[in-house]
């Protein structure tokens, strides 16, 4: 799944139900009769079911490749990737810190453990930002 429909399901899943007319409003599509294609088709793929008074729901877990469903948020992997690598950042800066404050020095190790995953947690964030953009614009 991508593009439109990705687009309506993650709608759907932050905001709940929704009928094709507020879809398509929200998500500026051209017209309502897009979106309730896309919603026929996610309601085929069993991710989406009609309620009585005609708006959709989210009633399946869609495996989307690249994504991961957090709560109520569809969130690029390399997004979570990129909260780790953080993380750990934010361990080795501070390990840093406390050793020049303690005037124990900071080894070349330590200095090359930062470098990394620093490009590592860039990688990530610029990836998943990219998906962001191409996936759910």
């Known amino acids: ?14 905001n709940g139900p929704a009928g094709p007319r507020e879809v398509a409003r929200a998500l500026s599509l051209s017209s ?7 919603l026929k088709r996610l309601e085929e793929l069993g991710l989406v079911s009609r309620l009585p008074d005609g ?19 569809l ?9 780790f ?14 050793r020049m404050r303690g005037k124990v020095g900071v080894g070349s190790d ?3 453990l930062i470098v990394v995953t620093a490009i590592a947690l860039t990688i990530f964030l610029a ?3 990219l998906m962001v953009k191409k ?3």
């Not at 593009?3 to 709608?11: H, K, S, V």
């Not at 309502?32 to 896309?38: E, F, G, K, N, V």
């Not at 690598?85 to 406390?98: I, N, P, Q, R, S």
């Open 110 to 112: 330590l200095i090359a």
């Open 32 to 38: 309502p009769s897009l979106a309730y294609y896309h």
């Open 1 to 14: 799944m991508e593009g439109t429909a990705l687009r309506i399901y993650a709608y759907l899943l932050r």
């Open 135 to 137: 996936g759910l614009r």
């Open 85 to 98: 690598f953080a993380g750990l950042l934010g361990v080795e800066v501070l390990t840093a810190a406390l």
């Open 127 to 129: 990836e998943g930002v």
């Open 75 to 83: 969130v690029p992997r390399f997004l979570a990737y990129s909260a």
């Open 55 to 73: 708006r959709y729901r989210v009633t399946g877990t869609a495996s989307i490749e690249g994504y991961v469903v957090i709560g109520k948020w």
